[in-house]
């Protein structure tokens, strides 16, 4: 070992010529160790590896703050979307409390929110003031993600708002197709609703649970409202008779007709003929007996037409 060190060191130690010669003038002789162009070329590789390792941290850091910069904007374009959502929502408050307000429902001043809507949408508030009022390198994943969460509830919210709107304007729609509006038929009433006296004589009062309308043999009848019809035939006393179920507690009931045009389970629509003017049945003559039911009680048909 000792051999080799004492043969390395006078190797190093040994002086080398290095001979110069220019194109132009004398050439000229360098006489230096070997160890000096060794510590030459250590120190030129580390002066080349430093200028490598700087350029490339450089290079990274003007990468970074690059990409710092797009996820900087990325964030603005995202807080600006959030706060033009924020502002639809917004709309659709108004809106929702207008077709409430348009419908006649209950929420038209007030929405159907929980008592302490207020109170929260004044948290929502300042939460999103706060998040906008930072400077972008002070915001955190935390608060979008906060805020975010609070537009989602507020969509849910108002999404279940418009479904409620939309199944009540559904039933409310298929509610008016089925309550009785029409007359019956054109021909003038002759009976109204509630007591009179017996048309057969009788020296009694008795309940007129509809309307007469008395006209012209065959004369035609509609249905009043849409619905199903329930029965179609002879009915004592009534005779020749139809019974629709207009559904929402309604139901109307057609007597003394002929040349009946519908049977039980027909789907009929407001303004169909379902009959003519007749006297079948305890009649004194050719007219059209109407009676309108409401939940279970007969009701006066004249509520039900102009």
């Given at each position: 070992m000792r051999k080799i060190i004492n043969s390395l060191s006078r190797?190093?130690?040994?002086?080398?010529?290095?001979?110069?010669?220019?194109?132009?003038?004398?050439s000229y002789k360098v006489k230096v160790r070997i160890i000096t162009l060794v510590l030459l070329g250590v120190l030129w590789l580390i002066i080349t590896l430093g200028s490598?390792?700087?350029f490339v941290r450089g290079y990274d850091y003007h990468i970074t703050k690059a990409?710092?910069?797009?996820?900087?904007?990325?964030?603005?374009?995202?807080?600006?979307?959030?706060?033009?959502?924020?502002?639809?929502?917004?709309?659709?408050?108004?809106?929702?409390?207008?077709?409430?307000?348009?419908?006649?429902m209950s929420g038209g001043k007030f929405i159907n929110l929980p008592k302490d809507w207020k109170?929260?949408?004044?948290?929502?508030?300042?939460?999103?003031?706060?998040l906008f009022s930072k400077d972008l390198k002070d915001l955190s994943t935390q608060d979008f993600e906060s805020y975010i969460d609070v537009i989602e509830n507020q969509a849910k919210m108002r999404l279940s708002s418009f479904q409620e709107i939309a199944w009540y304007y559904?039933?409310?729609?298929?509610?008016?197709?089925?309550?009785?509006s029409i007359r019956p038929s054109s021909?003038?009433?002759?009976?109204?609703?509630?007591?009179?006296?017996?048309?057969?004589?009788?020296?009694?009062?008795?309940?007129?649970?509809?309307?007469?309308?008395?006209?012209?043999p065959d004369s035609p009848i509609v249905v009043t409202a849409d619905g199903v019809v329930?029965?179609?035939?002879?009915?004592?006393?009534?005779?020749?008779?139809?019974?629709?179920?207009?559904?929402?507690?309604?139901?109307?009931?057609?007597?003394?007709?002929t040349q009946i045009q519908v049977k039980a389970g027909d789907v009929v629509k407001r303004g169909?003929?379902?009959?003519?003017?007749?006297?079948?049945?305890?009649?004194?003559?050719?007219?059209?007996?109407?009676?309108?039911?409401?939940?279970?009680?007969?009701?006066?048909p004249r509520n039900y037409f102009k």
């Open positions: 190797t190093l130690g040994e002086r080398v010529d290095i001979l110069i010669m220019p194109r132009l003038g004398s490598l390792f700087f990409d710092n910069q797009l996820m900087r904007l990325k964030m603005r374009l995202i807080a600006d979307e959030l706060e033009r959502g924020r502002h639809y929502l917004e709309l659709t408050h108004d809106t929702d409390k207008q077709m409430r307000q348009m419908l006649g109170t929260e949408k004044e948290k929502e508030d300042k939460l999103a003031q706060n559904a039933n409310r729609r298929e509610g008016f197709h089925s309550t009785p021909a003038p009433i002759s009976s109204g609703f509630g007591y009179r006296l017996d048309p057969f004589g009788k020296r009694s009062s008795k309940r007129h649970n509809g309307i007469d309308f008395a006209g012209k329930r029965h179609a035939g002879w009915v004592p006393s009534y005779g020749q008779a139809i019974l629709v179920d207009h559904g929402f507690g309604y139901s109307t009931l057609y007597a003394h007709t169909d003929k379902i009959a003519t003017m007749g006297s079948s049945g305890r009649s004194t003559g050719t007219h059209l007996h109407y009676e309108v039911w409401k939940d279970g009680q007969a009701v006066n």
